[in-house]
């Protein structure tokens, strides 16, 4: 196939899946992720908890949390990550201990598929948590940056980039 075909043939199947068009249809989509919370935002607290427990400060507070310190951004981003995997955790769990097996067809495709979303979600965020926890020790092994400044977002160093 030559590239101009390729292109026109991703083009046509872009087209197709455009998601929903109606209000009814956007509307039921947006609220798919408040079924099981797997996908949620992790609540604030449980990040702050989490961060508590990865830098080793039991008394860190809210405004320690918003420094420009490399470290501390690694261990939100890694704080986070634990967050969600622990929902996404408890939302296939909770789903597996609770779901009675189905009664005909119809239901188990249904159960079926809401099964196949969680575990979905669920090595979705072990896979993010996984690479935090990786970003986490690679800012661990990085020497400490010169401060950040005029507000510039830094870049967590990746495994390749820091000299052993």
């Known amino acids: 196939m030559t590239p101009e075909a390729i292109t026109t043939r991703n083009r046509a199947n872009a087209a197709k899946s455009t998601g929903p068009r109606s209000t009814a249809g956007k509307a039921a989509v947006a609220q798919?992720?408040?079924?099981?919370?797997?996908?949620?935002?992790?609540?604030?607290?449980?990040?702050?908890?989490?961060?508590?427990?990865?830098?080793?400060?039991?008394?860190?507070?809210?405004?320690?949390?918003?420094?420009?310190?490399?470290?501390?951004?690694?261990?939100?981003?890694?704080?986070?990550?634990?967050?969600?995997?622990?929902?996404?955790?408890?939302?296939?769990?909770?789903?597996?201990?609770?779901?009675?097996?189905?009664?005909?067809?119809?239901?188990?495709?249904?159960?079926?598929r809401r099964h196949r979303l969680l575990k979905r979600y669920w090595r979705e965020a072990r896979a993010q948590r996984k690479r935090a926890f990786r970003d986490w020790l690679a800012c661990l092994q990085a020497p400490a940056p010169a401060p950040l400044s005029f507000g510039k977002i830094r870049q967590i160093p990746k495994q390749s980039q820091i000299s052993t």
Do not use: K, M, Y
Request: net charge negative.
């Open 32 to 112: 798919n992720a408040r079924r099981h919370g797997a996908t949620a935002r992790p609540d604030r607290e449980r990040v702050a908890i989490w961060a508590r427990i990865i830098l080793d400060t039991p008394d860190l507070g809210p405004t320690d949390l918003l420094t420009d310190d490399i470290r501390i951004q690694c261990a939100l981003v890694l704080a986070s990550a634990e967050a969600r995997f622990a929902g996404a955790t408890r939302a296939l769990e909770d789903f597996e201990a609770g779901a009675a097996p189905p009664a005909d067809a119809e239901e188990t495709q249904a159960h079926d």
